[in-house]
């Protein structure tokens, strides 16, 4: 898609020149506004604010005093690689770290094309050049709005940012429907478990597991890496429920032939017992003979037994909170192998009943995947039209 632009007729300005940032104060102990934004309420590259305090729950101190207005642009000057810029929809205060930005004449300078200007590949490339600082690096109004970049006329402005605001909505659509599916089918799986649970009742984890491959962790110190050596999965290259197999690491064949009692085979599940714990995968064709981490346990379901149900039934709330009791741990949260053997799994009896609950399952997952890669199409898209119009890498 192309927007075939003429930019004979655009001006070329600094963003000093047509927007200012706004010094309108306000105590929030006035009753005058009642939310507030702090850094950590804005998403990166996400226009919309999703979350935000209430004044009066808590004191804001002195730096909360700038207002801001529906339709004003908020820009996180702190850390400014995390791409922090928000369009208000509401009243409310903010700390004097938020730029709060306004076009000065909306005559030659539309509000609702600021943010495009702002979220812009070259803007924020120019802000995190202008940073200062290297633990918390930071930028000033005074350098932001040195920024250069060629304005349309407010004609060519209105029709571009119909655009882009009608691809944003569109966006923050996709992205509450793929969590309302996420949702759906989070309560789907825990409730039919319950009821499989009080129907059918439960069963250890250990007693699904197929004979002569007990659950187990992986290799103590698999070392920094060796060439052609054998893979090793660590709990980082599964964030996702897939394993990332690009980069893995690869230990000895000695050290592998050592902890051969955790060696993987196809379907196996992995799971993640330190850190980040209860996090699965299933180890592809590609993977079998690879070895885990003693961050990671090993679990070869027992044909007898549909390992994509047992997934399913520890991936599930009901059996989440059951390993988040069971985790113990201060500075590194762990979760041991004993106390993962135990867990309490509901099995029905009819094998009907796992089967219907994997379909209901699988097909809102294949939505949220569907969902998902729409939205990353539409990702591209907006950047390579944010591209065409204010350059940058699209």
């Avoid at 226009?47 to 529906?70: N, S």
């Avoid at 290799?219 to 660590?234: F, R, T, W």
Wanted: include cysteine; proline fraction near 4%; hydrophobic fraction near 40%.
């Amino acid at each position: 898609m192309s927007l075939n632009l003429d930019k004979s007729t655009w001006k070329h300005v600094t963003l000093g020149d047509v927007a200012a940032a706004s010094k309108e104060k306000v105590d929030p102990e006035s009753g005058d506004v009642e939310r507030f934004v702090a850094g950590e309420h804005m998403g990166t590259d996400d226009l919309k604010i999703h979350r935000w305090g209430e004044v009066g729950d808590g004191y804001l101190g002195p730096a909360f005093h700038r207002r801001f207005r529906p339709g004003q642009v908020l820009y996180g000057s702190r850390r400014t690689y995390l791409r922090k810029v928000a369009v208000a929809e509401f009243d409310g205060v903010t700390a004097n770290t938020t730029f709060v930005v306004e076009v000065k004449d909306s005559a030659l300078f539309l509000q609702e094309f600021l943010p495009f200007v702002m979220t812009s590949e070259p803007f924020h490339a120019f802000a995190i050049q202008e940073s200062k600082g290297s633990v918390n690096p930071y930028v000033n109004w005074s350098d932001i709005e040195r920024y250069e970049f060629d304005l349309p006329p407010v004609d060519e402005q209105k029709r571009l940012a119909d655009l882009l605001w009608a691809l944003e909505c569109h966006g923050q659509g996709l992205a509450a429907a793929e969590a309302a599916l996420r949702s759906t089918r989070q309560i789907l799986v825990r409730d039919r478990l319950a009821r499989v649970a009080e129907v059918d009742g439960v069963t250890r984890l250990d007693s699904l597991i197929e004979y002569g491959r007990p659950i187990t962790y992986g290799i103590l110190m698999p070392g920094s890496g060796v060439e052609n050596g054998v893979p090793v999965i660590k709990v980082k290259d599964f964030p996702d429920g897939r394993i990332r197999e690009g980069q893995l690491l690869l230990t000895t064949e000695e050290l592998a032939h050592e902890y051969r009692r955790s060696t993987l085979k196809q379907g196996d599940l992995v799971i993640s017992i330190r850190g980040t714990i209860g996090r699965l995968a299933e180890v592809p064709a590609s993977l079998a003979g690879a070895n885990i981490t003693q961050d990671s346990a090993r679990l070869s379901v027992d044909s007898k037994h549909d390992r994509r149900y047992v997934r399913l039934a520890l991936e599930s709330e009901y059996c989440q909170e059951q390993i988040r009791r069971k985790t113990t741990g201060t500075r590194v949260l762990g979760l041991n192998i004993g106390a993962l053997r135990e867990l309490e799994v509901p099995v029905p009896s009819d094998v009907s009943v796992a089967e219907e609950i994997i379909r209901e399952a699988e097909a809102l997952a294949k939505a949220i995947d569907e969902t998902a890669f729409a939205r990353s199409q539409l990702t591209v898209l907006r950047a390579a039209l944010s591209a065409e119009i204010f350059g940058g890498a699209g």
